[in-house]
């Protein structure tokens, strides 16, 4: 075959990851190379001041003169024509553009070879003879005989949505450029045909992906003419394709196995399909989940080993709280991972609370996927709003808001002039209206957070499919916003905020949408009878009378201080105070006389010892104590 592929896609890569391109050569273009044209200028003697060599090729006309004094371009030397005349007039002929361009020239005893670069019968010297100068063409080129319009036949065959069948979704040539070269780049063809896995919002168990990740391969073979004449096809391995992209700074450069490899260390545990740190704070009715890729071959029997680590640091594992599901190889899953989804506030004993969980899969065979780590947020946050989308990898992911957001509603219709008869009513109208309907509209406020947690919210704005989650219900949903302010140079804190609408429209409405129960009066209003209302009662989960400090008593405190308490009260027991010392003891700026050191218990002759003392030191001036005597 005349075709071979130079480059190829991953065997597994994202649609639009950048790297699904093939390149193929072709070598079978010509069929015959062709003849280059060999012609000669014979010289058969002496070559006198006015002779005139004429070339003629390619339909054009070329005199070159002989002179003795050579000035111009298109002149030579006159000679005797001898082999040493000629190899001094080559230069002449070789080096003039008009036909080093299409020639090549050397020398040949009594004459000049003219040698075309190309083939093809337009580069043949027309014969002539003119005096002694023979122009000759002794090999006539000859045209090569090529395919017009050669190219590649391609046919792309992608695996069909839960079969193992595969359907052609592109076919047809690739026409082969100047260096018999071309390339096709599957990343739109197949972009297109796969599609994004929900999975089972209201049902709580794992699911396979068979839309977002397929199999496809090619088919190709050397195509002709106009019609296109096709050889014989060959069918190329089967790649794997899954729903996803790279931004621009990645995209080519990264591969998809790369991306899910955690690293070196423990190659084994693959990532989940989800941006972001692995550990997440959550709330128990925040829906999460994680998408796997079976790369490294089938996961047979597969689930999630779930371990929570509640308020007293102890810690139960469950391994059946999802069904088991076997992932074939290169295949994709989602599993729901979120407290109330798990059913782990039901796993929680008695009197305990639940601080922390981690999710892992695994099966028989050991733990395919690295520990994701869940802590549970039970801060009172109003105005909580559940957004699921599908990220950058393809696979479902959600965020959450607390800020404070506001409705609106879209009212869309159509007016139409009637016929108004003779005598009609006045209540009938000019115009009538048709296609009525109403489109929520919702501004969403994020609420303070992190920065890292907020830049999660630039793959929800870049999604193509989003929902609002609500108890049993998923509304889609789209962004009508189309600037958000991030922040400003110096913000030490962070919120976004932003405007989304219902991808439906209601032309009517239904008794469900609307609160059964008795309407209250409005403020002010006089009725018949009594009417009793009786103001909402709210209970907190936290008691905020609560001092902090009392948090964290325990019964050993307690214990401790009745103890204490029982020993009475210290200062009845005749302990030494500071009352009481300060009679006993000088305090440290006190300046002691004589008085209070003599007839003191211990302290007699202290005197005398100090008057010895500053004799033997012959310090006769230093007088420790001084006595004050009369005269």
Same mark, same amino acid.
């Given at each position: 075959?005349?075709?071979?592929?130079?480059?190829?896609?991953?065997?597994?890569?994202?649609?639009?990851?950048?790297?699904?391109?093939?390149?193929?050569?072709?070598?079978?273009?010509?069929?015959?190379?062709?003849?280059?044209?060999?012609?000669?200028?014979?010289?058969?003697?002496?070559?006198?001041?006015?002779?005139?060599?004429?070339?003629?090729?390619?339909?054009?006309?070329?005199?070159?003169?002989?002179?003795?004094?050579?000035?111009?371009?298109?002149?030579?030397?006159?000679?005797?024509?001898?082999?040493?005349?000629?190899?001094?007039?080559?230069?002449?002929?070789?080096?003039?553009?008009?036909?080093?361009?299409?020639?090549?020239?050397?020398?040949?005893?009594?004459?000049? $070879?003219?040698?075309?670069?190309?083939? +093809?019968?337009?580069? /043949?010297?027309?014969?002539? *003879? %003119?005096? =002694?100068?023979?122009? &000759?063409?002794?090999?006539?080129?000859?045209?090569?005989?090529?395919?017009?319009?050669?190219?590649?036949?391609?046919?792309?065959?992608?695996?069909?949505?839960?079969?193992?069948?595969?359907?052609?979704?592109?076919?047809?040539?690739?026409?082969?450029?100047?260096?018999?070269?071309?390339?096709?780049?599957?990343?739109?063809?197949?972009?297109?045909?796969?599609?994004?896995?929900?999975?089972?919002?209201?049902?709580?168990?794992?699911?396979?992906?068979?839309?977002?990740?397929?199999?496809?391969? $090619?088919?190709?073979?050397?195509?002709? +003419?106009?019609?296109? /004449?096709?050889?014989?096809? *060959? %069918?190329? =391995?089967?790649?794997? &394709?899954?729903?996803?992209?790279?931004?621009?700074?990645?995209?080519?450069?990264?591969?998809?196995?790369?991306?899910?490899?955690?690293?070196?260390?423990?190659?084994?545990?693959?990532?989940?399909?989800?941006?972001?740190?692995?550990?997440?704070?959550?709330?128990?009715?925040?829906?999460?989940?994680?998408?796997?890729?079976?790369?490294?071959?089938?996961?047979?029997?597969?689930?999630?080993?779930?371990?929570?680590?509640?308020?007293?640091?102890?810690?139960?594992?469950?391994?059946?709280?999802?069904?088991?599901?076997?992932?074939?190889?290169?295949?994709?899953?989602?599993?729901?991972?979120?407290?109330?989804?798990?059913?782990?506030?039901?796993?929680?004993?008695?009197?305990?609370?639940?601080?922390?969980?981690?999710?892992?899969?695994?099966?028989?065979?050991?733990?395919?996927?690295?520990?994701?780590?869940?802590?549970?947020?039970?801060?009172?946050?109003?105005?909580?709003?559940?957004?699921?989308?599908?990220?950058?990898?393809?696979?479902?992911?959600?965020?959450?808001?607390?800020?404070?957001?506001?409705?609106?509603?879209?009212?869309?219709?159509?007016?139409?002039?009637?016929?108004?008869?003779?005598?009609?009513?006045?209540?009938?109208?000019?115009?009538?209206?048709?296609?009525?309907?109403?489109?929520?509209?919702?501004?969403?406020?994020?609420?303070?957070?992190?920065?890292?947690?907020?830049?999660?919210?630039?793959?929800?704005?870049?999604?193509?499919?989003?929902?609002?989650?609500?108890?049993?219900?998923?509304?889609?949903?789209?962004?009508?916003?189309?600037?958000?302010?991030?922040?400003?140079?110096?913000?030490?804190?962070?919120?976004?905020?932003?405007?989304?609408?219902?991808?439906?429209?209601?032309?009517?409405?239904?008794?469900?949408?609307?609160?059964?129960?008795?309407?209250?009066?409005?403020?002010?209003?006089?009725?018949?009878?009594?009417?009793?209302?009786?103001?909402?009662?709210?209970?907190?989960?936290?008691?905020?009378?609560?001092?902090?400090?009392?948090?964290?008593?325990?019964?050993?405190?307690?214990?401790?201080?009745?103890?204490?308490?029982?020993?009475?009260?210290?200062?009845?027991?005749?302990?030494?105070?500071?009352?009481?010392?300060?009679?006993?003891?000088?305090?440290?700026?006190?300046?002691?006389?004589?008085?209070?050191?003599?007839?003191?218990?211990?302290?007699?002759?202290?005197?005398?010892?100090?008057?010895?003392?500053?004799?033997?030191?012959?310090?006769?001036?230093?007088?420790?104590?001084?006595?004050?005597?009369?005269?």
């Amino acid at each position: 075959m005349g075709v071979t592929i130079l480059e190829q896609p991953d065997q597994f890569a994202l649609t639009k990851g950048g790297r699904t391109s093939y390149v193929f050569s072709g070598n079978a273009r010509t069929l015959l190379v062709g003849t280059k044209a060999v012609s000669s200028v014979g010289f058969g003697g002496p070559v006198a001041d006015g002779d005139i060599v004429h070339l003629f090729w390619k339909g054009r006309s070329l005199q070159l003169i002989a002179r003795d004094t050579p000035t111009e371009p298109h002149e030579f030397p006159t000679g005797n024509g001898d082999p040493t005349y000629i190899t001094g007039i080559l230069p002449y002929f070789r080096d003039y553009y008009p036909i080093e361009e299409d020639f090549i020239v050397h020398d040949a005893g009594f004459q000049l $070879i003219f040698t075309a670069r190309q083939p +093809g019968p337009t580069y /043949n010297l027309a014969p002539r *003879t %003119q005096g =002694t100068i023979v122009v &000759a063409n002794p090999t006539a080129g000859v045209d090569p005989v090529k395919r017009e319009r050669y190219s590649v036949y391609v046919q792309v065959y992608c695996q069909k949505i839960g079969s193992s069948d595969f359907k052609r979704i592109w076919d047809g040539p690739l026409e082969f450029d100047d260096q018999d070269q071309t390339r096709i780049d599957l990343s739109g063809t197949l972009h297109s045909e796969l599609e994004a896995d929900l999975p089972y919002w209201n049902a709580v168990q794992p699911k396979l992906c068979t839309a977002s990740a397929r199999a496809y391969y $090619i088919r190709y073979g050397e195509a002709w +003419g106009e019609p296109a /004449n096709i050889g014989r096809l *060959t %069918q190329h =391995t089967t790649k794997y &394709a899954y729903w996803g992209g790279l931004p621009y700074e990645l995209k080519g450069k990264v591969q998809l196995i790369d991306l899910i490899r955690p690293s070196a260390d423990a190659p084994e545990q693959d990532r989940a399909l989800r941006l972001g740190p692995s550990t997440r704070y959550v709330r128990v009715d925040e829906p999460q989940y994680l998408s796997f890729l079976a790369l490294r071959g089938e996961i047979t029997f597969s689930f999630l080993e779930v371990t929570m680590t509640f308020d007293d640091d102890s810690t139960r594992t469950r391994i059946d709280l999802l069904p088991g599901l076997s992932i074939p190889a290169y295949a994709k899953a989602v599993f729901p991972t979120g407290v109330d989804e798990l059913g782990l506030r039901l796993n929680t004993p008695q009197g305990r609370l639940l601080k922390e969980y981690t999710v892992q899969l695994k099966n028989a065979f050991g733990y395919w996927s690295k520990k994701y780590r869940y802590i549970v947020d039970y801060r009172q946050q109003p105005y909580v709003r559940y957004l699921a989308y599908v990220n950058s990898f393809g696979a479902i992911d959600t965020v959450k808001t607390h800020g404070k957001g506001s409705l609106e509603l879209d009212v869309f219709h159509d007016q139409a002039e009637q016929y108004l008869p003779a005598n009609y009513e006045l209540s009938d109208g000019q115009f009538v209206e048709y296609n009525t309907a109403v489109q929520q509209r919702l501004e969403v406020a994020t609420g303070w957070q992190n920065e890292p947690v907020l830049r999660l919210f630039h793959d929800f704005y870049r999604s193509r499919q989003r929902w609002h989650l609500l108890p049993n219900r998923q509304f889609p949903i789209g962004l009508l916003s189309k600037s958000i302010k991030q922040k400003k140079d110096g913000d030490t804190t962070f919120a976004h905020k932003f405007e989304i609408v219902y991808l439906f429209q209601d032309e009517f409405l239904h008794q469900g949408e609307l609160t059964d129960g008795d309407v209250l009066p409005p403020p002010g209003t006089q009725v018949a009878g009594n009417v009793s209302v009786q103001p909402a009662e709210t209970v907190f989960a936290r008691d905020n009378t609560v001092p902090e400090v009392a948090r964290t008593l325990t019964p050993g405190d307690v214990n401790n201080w009745n103890q204490a308490f029982g020993w009475g009260n210290h200062s009845l027991a005749g302990y030494l105070t500071q009352q009481t010392a300060s009679t006993l003891f000088a305090t440290k700026g006190h300046a002691h006389s004589f008085n209070d050191l003599t007839h003191k218990p211990g302290l007699d002759g202290i005197a005398a010892l100090g008057a010895e003392t500053g004799r033997k030191l012959g310090m006769a001036g230093l007088i420790i104590f001084k006595r004050k005597t009369n005269g």
